[in-house]
C-alpha cells in the first residue's frame, strides 16, 4: 500500500493520522522486508557477514550497531544498489536488485546528500518525480506537499547545495519520499537536525508507518530511536547478533528514584525490602538512589508504596531507554 500525499493543500498531519494503539500488520502478514544469509565483502572485508532481518509491515524498525558493524552496506542491499555476495532479499514482495517494481516501491535516503549543483531544492524533487514517472502536475504538487511535509517550501527556489546541512537532510527526506514509497530505507536520517526538526522527523515516520509504510532507520543516537521505533535490529562485525520487539513494558531496567529525604527513603525501602543501589553516576544529586525494577507495572507499585508510605518521591524514571540497554546487553564490536 502506498501512502500519496495529498495533491495540493496542505501536508497531512502524521500525528492526527496515527491511529490510537501500535499500527502493526495483520497476523500472518509476510513481512516487508526479508533477507536470508547475506554476505558481501570488499576485498578482504566482510562488510556483511550473515544478516537474517525480518521487518514487519507498518513498523519503525531501528538497525543499530557500533562504526563499521556492515549498516550502510546492507542498507545498500536492501535498496537495490549493491548486490549481495550470497543471500536472498525480499522487498515489498520481489528482489530488488532484480526488479524494477519493487525498487519503484523502495523510498532511500543515504547518509549525505548529495546535490546537482544547478538545480533548486523544487528541482531536485520534481526531476525525481519524473524518474519515478510522474506527470508533471503531480509531480509539481508531491514536490511541493513535500517540501511543505519537511517545512523547506521557503528555500524551495534556493539552489540546493547551497542548503544547510540539517536542510539537506530534510530534503534528503522528501526525496526519499517523492514515489510513496511502501518500504522507506533511512541511513541515519536525523544527523545534523536541530532539535525541532528531529521531533518532527519522528512524527513524520510514526505517521508513515500509521499509514503502512515500513520503515528501516539507522541511527547512532539511540535515545532519538528510542520513542520512534518498534523494533530493532542489532549487527555487530556484519552479523545480525539480535531483534527485539521493543516498547511492551516488559524486562527488568534500572530506575532512578530521588526523594526530597534520603533517609526517609532508606527507612521504607529496608522495611519494604527493596534493594537500592548507590547512584554513583550522580553522585552531587541528593537523594538519587537506583533500583532494579521487573517491568512498567511493577514501577507504578513501587512508586505508589514510596508514596504511601510518606517518602517524598521527585521522580522515577529509567536510566536508559529501552534500545540503549538492549544494546549495551549485547556484545557488540567496534571495528
Ligand atoms: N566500498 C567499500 N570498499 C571497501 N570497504 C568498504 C566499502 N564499504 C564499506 N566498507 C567496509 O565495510 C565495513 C562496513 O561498512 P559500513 O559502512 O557498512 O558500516 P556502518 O555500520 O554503516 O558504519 P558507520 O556506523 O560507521 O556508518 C567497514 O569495515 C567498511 O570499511
New binding site residues.
Partial sequence: MSTPLPAGGPPPDPIATAPPGPPGPPAGAAPAILARGLHRS??T????AGVDLAVRRGSVTALV????????????ILAGLLAPDHGSVLVAGADPASSALARSRIGWMP?SFGTWDSLTAVEVLTTMAGAYRLGREEGSARAWDLLRAVHLDDLATAPAHTLSRGQKQRLGMARALINSPDVLLL??PASGLDPRSRIEMRALLRGLAAGGTTVLI?S?VLAELDEMVDDAVF?TR?RTISAEQLGTGAGTRRWRLRSLDPAALQRWAAQAGVPLVADTDTPDVEGSVLVDVADDAAAAALLAAAVGAGVPVVSLAPVSGLLEQAYLTLDTDR?
Avoid: Q
Fill in positions: 570488499f576485498g572485508v566482510r562488510a556483511v550497531g557500533p562504526n563499521g558493524s556492515g549498516k550502510t552496506t546492507l542498507l545498500l547518509d541511513d541515519e539507522s547512532h549487527l556484519g571495528r
